[in-house]
């Protein structure tokens, strides 16, 4: 349960070094915090099962086959999660290719959802085994 809480703590720290890194207006690093929000928590939610990955890859395909494919968190939540790496790709190692604010915006308020819902998830999974 400690490191669960570590990880949504620190999800939840990036999205608002995201929004102020979006203020500034450096796109490519908040798209990469936004990333990093998003599969911290993404880490978080396989802990509830005893599940662990050990790469980007290997966190998106875990929290894919766990929790999107099976309806758990829904599909689109996989999709926006493989997106947003993909997005961080760009923005940490483009270098003729740079995000724009809009995608920025973007992935910003789909970070903010994506981690909200993976935390609710989180929340009544801790209810339910009587962790909090």
């Known amino acids: ?65 766990h929790f999107a494919k099976t309806g758990i968190l829904g599909s689109q939540m996989g999709k926006t999660l493989s997106y947003a790496y993909r997005k961080r790709i760009v923005g940490d190692y483009g270098v003729s290719i740079s995000i724009a604010q809009d995608e920025a915006e973007d992935l910003l308020k789909a970070a903010r959802d994506f981690v909200q819902k993976v935390e609710d998830y989180l929340n009544r999974w801790a209810e339910k085994e009587g962790r909090q």
């Open 1 to 65: 349960m400690k490191d669960i809480e570590i990880l949504s703590a620190k999800a939840r720290v990036f999205l608002r070094t995201a929004e102020q890194i979006l203020s500034a207006g450096d796109y490519d690093s908040c798209v990469s915090r936004c990333y990093y929000a998003m599969s911290l928590t993404a880490q978080a939610a396989p802990l509830t099962m005893n599940l662990t990955a050990s790469s980007h890859k290997g966190v998106i395909s875990l929290f894919g086959e």
